[in-house]
């Protein structure tokens, strides 16, 4: 398969996000995740040197430091400081949200939703009267492109674009369809994401955000374009782990025994997550898989928990609410 070690890179940056945000206990998980195959596919495939890229949803900070300690920007272990007020002497700081003056590497500061692409047209514009042909690559997300400056943003990239003031500027929208607190839909619909771009000049692409064969496919067919090209990339928020994919709750958080699981998961794919579902009746729940009851208990009342199914069949029961005090009622109460 062409891009194997491309999945392999993937594999470990997702790792290395979740041990991120376990060490910072803070941080994004959703937003990491959802954007590791197109950063990875930028930094471990197609950047050249000279080539730069922005990401203007800064939450996704995890991965973009992931990429970068693997470029030699910092060390690997440098990854442990992320969010640290204080960092040990040799190492660098890696804030919640990217910094340009910080951190080797960060091209642009991000962290206030709806810049980034203004600021890649700044950086396009200069290529342009540098002469160069370096590439300018960016990412924002759904929610992100709520914001107004975006809709001015677009239009100024094509102007410029027309006028011979600016090329080379390809853009990822990681539309995972969910922002902080819902859906994007519920919130502020951005839909028809693609014809909006297309009708204000852009070459627009819809891709799988995930597949590394068609991300490839869209950005070599986005450099042979005569306008500046977005692409539209379908991701699943929290891609990678299942019990945090498509669920807005991580956001912005995750505990440490759920950081654990993720890792546990990591190390053993064939661990099952399984819904618990309410019984009816007060603090009793059942364990469904597929239909078939495995086991009923008394719960913490209104739980809503997964549970590792080790494929030897020891439950092991983790709570998905964010209350450290559910989680410890959901273990006590659990009877094997
Ligand atoms: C201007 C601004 N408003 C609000 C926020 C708070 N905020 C941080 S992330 C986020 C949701 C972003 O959703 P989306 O762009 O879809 O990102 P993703 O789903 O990829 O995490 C919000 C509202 C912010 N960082 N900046
Ligand atoms: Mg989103």
Same mark, same amino acid.
């Given at each position: ?5 491309? !999945?392999?890179? *993937?594999?470990?940056?997702?790792? $290395? ?12 998980? =959703?937003?990491?995740? %959802? ?8 930094? %471990?495939?197609?950047?050249?040197? /000279? ?21 030699? @920007? ?21 804030? =919640?949200?990217?910094? @340009? ?28 009267? #540098?002469?160069?042909? /370096? ?5 924002? +997300? #759904? ?17 410029? @674009? ?50 590394? !064969? &068609? ?5 070599? /067919? ?17 891609? +990678? ?5 498509? #669920? @807005? ?12 699981? *993720? ?34 208990? $008394?719960?913490? &009342?209104?739980?809503? *928990?997964?549970? *590792? ?11 998905? #609410? ?9 273990? &006590? /109460?659990?009877?094997?």
């Amino acid at each position: 398969m062409q891009f194997e070690n491309l !999945e392999e890179i *993937a594999k470990q940056t997702r790792i $290395e996000i979740i041990e991120m945000i376990k060490e910072a206990a803070s941080g994004h998980p =959703g937003g990491s995740l %959802s954007c590791v195959e197109i950063l990875v596919y930028l930094y %471990s495939h197609k950047m050249k040197e /000279n080539d730069c890229f922005h990401l203007s949803k800064g939450h996704a900070a995890p991965t973009l430091y992931s990429m970068l300690a693997r470029k030699g @920007y910092f060390t690997k272990e440098n990854l442990k400081y992320f969010r640290k007020l204080e960092v040990p002497e040799g190492f660098v700081k890696l804030e =919640g949200h990217p910094s @340009y003056e910080k951190t080797p590497g960060v091209i642009g500061s991000s962290g206030s939703l709806g810049q980034g692409l203004s600021y890649a047209v700044g950086l396009a514009l200069a290529n342009k009267l #540098d002469d160069n042909d /370096n590439k300018v690559f960016f990412l924002m +997300g #759904d929610g992100e492109s709520q914001e107004g400056m975006v809709k001015e943003a677009m239009e100024s990239a094509v102007h410029f @674009y027309r006028q011979g003031r600016l090329r080379n500027l390809i853009g990822f929208i990681d539309c995972n369809k969910l922002q902080l607190d819902g859906s994007v839909k519920d919130i502020m619909g951005v839909a028809p994401l693609a014809s909006k771009w297309r009708e204000y000049g852009w070459h627009v692409q819809e891709i799988d955000g995930h597949m590394f !064969e &068609e991300i490839d496919c869209a950005v070599s /067919n986005a450099e042979k374009q005569d306008a500046p090209a977005i692409i539209v990339a379908n991701t699943v928020k929290g891609k +990678g782990v299942p019990f945090m994919e498509k #669920d @807005y709750r991580f956001h912005g958080a995750a505990t440490k025994e759920q950081c654990d699981l *993720a890792l546990l998961y990591f190390n053993d794919p064939t661990i099952q997550f399984i819904k618990l579902e309410m019984d009816g009746k007060k603090f009793c729940c059942k364990i469904c898989d597929g239909g078939n009851i495995l086991r009923r208990f $008394e719960a913490a &009342e209104d739980l809503e *928990a997964m549970i *590792a199914n080790l494929k030897n069949k020891n439950f092991r029961l983790v709570n998905i #609410d964010f209350k450290d005090d559910v989680y410890k009622k959901i273990s &006590e /109460n659990f009877k094997q």
